[in-house]
């Protein structure tokens, strides 16, 4: 119990009894909202690199992307605190944005979107190995999107590899992603 300034006591809510998530497993989801967090990251790098380059539509496209991982961030630390728990916000390690093409960087990118894909299957694995349906049942919508992630990255790489092969089609790709 803790107290407010006039002396008034309130519940903390760890009287409170609810399905608590299982240790392995929780630990997975509060590294999940930081790998998310460093994605996020990771996407507005990109996106400042191709905007230097002056490639504005797709720097916007990325820095959209960035907004995404942030969402799916606070989505994971929202299902947290439902469990009864809360994400513990690690250090911010700076971003390898040494990039040394922009085909460079959507492979790169793409790499992630695969890592994260990789991360969110261990928690599933986790989950279902805990007997923690719901915490897989949570993680369904996450997976699926992780599927068209890397379906629709793919594709980026496969354009930018296209578009690069010839000098000033790059702006016809940046064209496609204003």
């Not at 999940?32 to 996407?43: F, G, I, N, T």
């Not at 960035?66 to 799916?72: I, L, M, P, R, S």
């Not at 990789?118 to 349906?133: F, G, P, R, T, V």
Request: charged residues 25%.
């Amino acid at each position: 119990m803790a107290a407010f300034a006039g002396g008034e006591k309130w519940s903390t809510g760890a009287d409170i009894k609810q399905t608590s998530l299982p240790e392995k497993t929780e630990q997975l989801l509060k590294e999940q909202v930081d790998k998310e967090l460093a994605a996020s990251r990771v996407y507005f790098a990109a996106s400042i690199y191709f905007d230097d380059l002056g490639f504005g539509g797709i720097a916007s496209y990325l820095k959209k992307e960035a907004d995404g991982e942030q969402t799916h961030a606070g989505g994971f630390s929202d299902y947290l605190i439902k469990r009864g728990s809360h994400a513990n916000l690690g250090a911010l390690n700076a971003v390898a944005a040494d990039w040394d093409s922009p085909v460079h960087c959507f492979e790169a990118l793409l790499e992630a979107e695969v890592a994260n894909t990789a991360s969110i299957n261990a928690i599933a694995e986790q989950a279902l190995q805990d007997k923690d349906h719901m915490t897989y049942s949570f993680l369904k919508e996450y997976l699926d999107e992780q599927v068209n992630a890397e379906d629709e990255w793919t594709t980026n790489v496969q354009k930018i590899r296209s578009y690069a092969k010839l000098p000033g089609l790059l702006w016809h790709l940046d064209k496609e992603f204003s």
